[in-house]
């Protein structure tokens, strides 16, 4: 180099350990890039988990052998290999966009992204409602008041369109259109940006409108608070009411342990035990894959009329 040569600028080269300010860049850049709102706060929950325990540890190395060590700490935990393996996700995503933003030596990101996840032993068995407990359940609230009205009408679209908590309340009233004479929704934003529209039940639509009639709405979403009052305000309502209203008439009709997403699984098999066909179940659930519906409907393992129940060793009665 010649004397009155510029100095050349070193070249920075990645880093090996990230610190917070990294962790959240890469964080962000994860988010930003899922447009579900469920995926967005199932990774946020997974990667927040993962810099707690990482920066709780003494200045580690963000590399292969840490992430096995963190697969090690799930699992001492004994969280459940879905469980595990989407936490494991979430962190090889986090490499890959650290390593895009040049927070991160490729190769280390590399040799995260090969950590293997937990094999899953056998089948995990969902949660699902006899017909008579699903009716029990949609007619629970009391319909003498406004709340009772819209607490009615959520469950009956849970339970007959099988729709997911994000999805029944982003509902409007444009959704709601005609289609070869019956009521749909139409044009829905599901799970990873997949649209598609869902038949809605004479009854299920009976219902909505004893809610619109009640809360005087014709516009906007179809599900909104109530006050204690009785009226409808403000321009819609939050995903935890709707798990509030589930637990809530579903402790008052005695069933226990009972999520939203198990209305959906319920809507499934009744409509499969009905005669539905299992190709049009999955246009209902929007399921990309037939496999995943086929776990919907708990086609695996029977629990009532199983295989054991009478098999020839039984007492005489």
């Known amino acids: 180099m010649k004397k009155n040569d510029p100095p050349k600028k070193k070249r920075r080269l990645p880093k090996t350990i990230l610190r917070l300010p990294d962790l959240d860049h890469a964080k962000a850049a994860v988010l930003n890039s899922l447009t579900c709102p469920d995926a967005q706060r199932g990774y946020q929950h ?47 995503r986090l490499a890959y966009e650290a390593a895009d933003g040049g927070l991160l030596s490729p190769d280390l990101a590399a040799g995260i992204r090969r950590v293997k996840g937990v094999k899953k032993l056998g089948v995990r068995l969902g949660n699902w409602l006899t017909s008579e407990q699903s009716q029990a359940l949609w007619q629970a609230p009391n319909v003498e008041r406004s709340k009772g009205k819209r607490d009615r009408a959520l469950l009956a679209v849970l339970l007959g369109c099988g729709l997911r908590r994000h999805e029944v309340v982003a509902l409007t ?32 639509r009976q219902v909505l409108d004893d809610w619109f009639a009640g809360a005087g709405i014709s516009s906007g979403k179809l599900f909104r608070c109530v006050s204690r009052a009785g009226r409808a305000w403000g321009e819609g309502m939050t995903e935890k009411v709707v798990w509030h209203v589930v637990k809530e008439f579903a402790a008052q009709v005695g069933i226990v342990n009972l999520a939203p997403h198990d209305l959906r699984r319920t809507c499934a098999r009744l409509c499969h035990m009905a005669g539905g066909e299992l190709e049009q179940i999955q246009f209902l659930l929007g399921h990309v894959s037939v496999q995943t519906t086929e776990r919907y409907l708990g086609c695996k393992q029977r629990i009532r009329s199983a295989v054991n129940d009478y098999i020839g060793i039984e007492p005489m009665t």
Request: hydrophobic share 45%; glycine share 6%.
């Open 46 to 92: 997974a990667i927040d988990e993962f810099i707690d325990w990482y920066c709780s540890e003494p200045r580690l190395a963000f590399n292969k052998t840490v992430v096995l060590r963190y697969r090690i700490h799930l699992e001492f935990r004994k969280l459940a290999p879905g469980t595990i393996n989407l936490r494991l996700g979430a962190v090889r």
């Open 173 to 204: 009233f444009d959704h709601l259109q005609q289609r070869e004479e019956p009521w749909a929704i139409v044009d829905l934003i599901g799970k990873a940006g997949h649209i598609r529209t869902i038949p809605l039940p004479g009854w299920v």
